[in-house]
């Protein structure tokens, strides 16, 4: 599993600095989370075999840029629903090869 690592970053409205990280899960997919003092909210995890750090990355930033649109007033809606799925189980996977 890789260290999560900060790809990008935004300010909320009640002055929280809030981190977007991408980290590399035990099954070998690659996860980003919404990371601040308080808690950690899971905003999406990709599950195609074929993902790569790059793509993450883009989704974390891209997040980020819409979180930051959204507690500035820029956009009027949460681009992350309240109410969202778990992120995947993922059990025990191992590789069929």
Do not use: I
């Amino acid at each position: 599993m890789t260290g999560p690592r900060v790809a990008a970053s935004y300010r909320a409205r009640d002055g929280n600095q809030h981190d977007v990280l991408v980290l590399r899960t035990p099954a070998g997919r690659w996860r980003v989370l919404d990371a601040c003092d308080h808690r950690v909210v899971h905003v999406e995890t990709l599950t195609g075999y074929d993902d790569r750090l790059s793509q993450a990355s883009a989704l974390a930033e891209d997040y980020a840029k819409e979180e930051d649109a959204y507690h500035s007033g820029e956009r009027l809606d949460d681009p992350l629903p309240r109410r969202r799925p778990d992120p995947p189980d993922e059990g025990d996977e191992t590789c069929a090869a």
